[in-house]
């Protein structure tokens, strides 16, 4: 079984430019003050709040005042996450820049927010500063994509053989067996016609189907393609 640990990141900053992030993104980045240690205090204990209050309206049945109470915490929980997530935002490229090459920049910074997500939702006091935490929780977001896809490309599409002869008319063999959707997200998704590799958010735009659509499309044409390529062994090796 092939190990699914994800590459190590390149040390020093990369040297090729940067794709440049979202309009939005930048502009969320860019407009967004960043928080004193009070404030972030304060937004961490809002979010905390929240979170019980969420678990006690799932768990116990209460009296319309104390659920309207409940549900207003809730909510300021959420508006909290918000803004925790806006002020931190900053993070994610420069964790991201450091895995251009594994996958499409896009990607890498749509995982990367996840993370920050992630960690936004599951911080408590005793693990350090907040933005130790979520620094390790953007890279490690991170890194798992970079290790889930290239693990699951490389068993059909390492980077090396492609441009031989012989990788490509088995390539085109193998897609043959797709149906067009499969054929066509694969084909945008590693460059196979064009050699540039799209983000499932631009192939979700391009083909009119949700992200998610997209991931699940790609995760059964990959496997259908490693059906394919397992027999040969070496070639694709």
């Given at each position: 079984?092939?190990?699914?640990?994800?590459?190590?990141?390149?040390?020093?900053?990369?040297?090729?430019?940067?794709?440049?992030?979202?309009?939005?993104?930048?502009?969320?980045?860019?407009?967004?003050?960043?928080?004193?240690?009070?404030?972030?205090?304060?937004?961490?204990?809002?979010?905390?709040?929240?979170?019980?209050?969420?678990?006690?309206?799932?768990?116990?049945?209460?009296?319309?005042?104390?659920?309207?109470?409940?549900?207003?915490?809730?909510?300021?929980?959420?508006?909290?996450?918000?803004?925790?997530?806006?002020?931190?935002?900053?993070?994610?490229?420069?964790?991201?820049?450091?895995?251009?090459?594994?996958?499409?920049?896009?990607?890498?910074?749509?995982?990367?927010?996840?993370?920050?997500?992630?960690?936004?939702?599951?911080?408590?006091?005793?693990?350090?500063?907040?933005?130790?935490?979520?620094?390790?929780?953007?890279?490690?977001?991170?890194?798992?994509?970079?290790a889930a896809s290239g693990t699951a490309a490389?068993?059909?599409?390492?980077?090396?053989?492609?441009?031989?002869?012989?990788?490509?008319?088995?390539?085109?063999?193998?897609?043959?067996?797709?149906?067009?959707?499969?054929?066509?997200?694969?084909?945008?998704?590693?460059?196979?016609?064009?050699?540039?590799?799209?983000?499932?958010?631009e192939i979700s735009r391009r083909l009119g189907?949700?992200?998610?659509?997209?991931?699940?499309?790609?995760?059964?044409?990959?496997?259908?393609?490693?059906?394919?390529?397992?027999?040969?062994?070496?070639?694709?090796?």
């Amino acid at each position: 079984m092939r190990s699914t640990r994800a590459p190590r990141s390149p040390r020093g900053s990369h040297s090729s430019p940067l794709p440049a992030l979202p309009r939005e993104y930048a502009t969320a980045i860019a407009h967004t003050p960043p928080l004193t240690s009070a404030e972030e205090s304060l937004l961490l204990a809002r979010v905390t709040t929240g979170t019980a209050a969420a678990r006690t309206l799932a768990a116990v049945a209460v009296t319309p005042a104390l659920r309207a109470r409940l549900e207003a915490d809730v909510a300021d929980a959420r508006a909290a996450k918000e803004r925790l997530v806006l002020a931190n935002l900053h993070l994610v490229p420069a964790v991201a820049k450091s895995w251009v090459g594994h996958l499409p920049y896009a990607d890498l910074v749509q995982e990367g927010s996840l993370g920050l997500v992630r960690a936004v939702e599951s911080y408590s006091p005793e693990r350090g500063s907040f933005s130790g935490y979520a620094r390790r929780w953007v890279r490690r977001s991170v890194a798992r994509a970079v290790a889930a896809s290239g693990t699951a490309a490389s068993t059909w599409a390492p980077e090396a053989p492609l441009g031989t002869p012989v990788a490509l008319g088995r390539i085109r063999q193998a897609l043959s067996h797709l149906d067009a959707l499969e054929a066509r997200v694969l084909e945008l998704r590693f460059g196979l016609v064009d050699g540039m590799s799209r983000s499932l958010d631009e192939i979700s735009r391009r083909l009119g189907v949700t992200r998610e659509r997209v991931s699940q499309i790609l995760e059964g044409a990959l496997a259908h393609m490693r059906q394919v390529f397992e027999p040969a062994g070496s070639v694709m090796a």
